[in-house]
């Protein structure tokens, strides 16, 4: 399925397909739970699960300061995915954790998706820590989309220059038969995808998350994507 376009942020959601946080999430309601359903991946999902690759320590810091919100909140229940109670009330702030906090964010992401009305704790949440991370994760879009070389007609002793020199390159590739532009940073491995037809942002991300893997980034790009430059193509496909 195509991801479909979100006219408010130039950002495409998709269906949602993983929960980034592990097991456990927060809720308000006893009766409320976590479901992966729906066109619930957009630009903060995105963020929740993403940012932190690019800024470990702000995302941390973040869900730290998220944490520390949530144990000072007494009606509170603390939940595996399955949907069942694993604490309440001040036994539940006492074994939140960060991963506990990462799910609770896509929770909301889900809930503000679907047009779910945000309890005030929610919106709390929102308020004070979800619309920074998305704002930081804007940003990030924004220096990819403008700070790169476009390397449609690149050589192949500029292209080795390039990844040489950690630089952010912009080039066009064909993923199941859709045209995309990549925009991608050597020095990270962060990929910014962007649809040609209309120019939504798909997702920011790091291909290898711990550094910037050379040989993680051919693998990702000989699996996945077409490469019509003849030059990049070869680049990528040598070992």
Aim: with cysteine; charged share 25%.
């Amino acid at each position: 399925m195509h991801p479909e376009k979100n006219p408010t942020n130039h950002f495409l959601t998709s269906p949602d397909d993983d929960q980034p946080g592990n097991k456990q999430f927060v809720v308000f309601n006893e009766f409320e739970n976590y479901q992966l359903e729906g066109q619930t991946h957009g630009k903060l999902s995105h963020a929740i699960k993403h940012y932190e690759e690019f800024d470990k320590e702000g995302m941390n810091e973040i869900l730290s300061k998220a944490l520390v919100y949530l144990q000072s909140i007494h009606k509170i229940h603390l939940k595996n995915i399955k949907g069942e109670i694993i604490a309440s009330g001040q036994q539940a702030a006492n074994k939140i954790t960060l991963n506990a906090v990462h799910n609770t964010f896509d929770l909301i992401n889900d809930k503000i998706m679907k047009g779910i009305t945000l309890v005030s704790e929610e919106v709390e949440l929102r308020t004070q820590y979800l619309i920074s991370l998305e704002e930081k994760y804007d940003t990030l879009i924004a220096i990819y989309l403008t700070d790169n070389v476009q390397v449609h007609d690149v050589t192949e002793n500029e292209l080795n220059i390039l990844y040489a020199s950690g630089k952010r390159i912009n080039f066009e590739g064909i993923y199941e038969e859709e045209r995309y532009s990549y925009f991608l940073d050597f020095s990270t491995s962060g990929m910014l995808v962007q649809s040609v037809t209309d120019k939504g942002i798909c997702t920011l991300f790091r291909i290898d998350k711990q550094g910037n893997c050379l040989n993680e980034i051919k693998t990702y790009f000989s699996g996945n994507v077409e490469i019509t430059n003849p030059v990049l193509k070869r680049f990528f496909s040598q070992v």
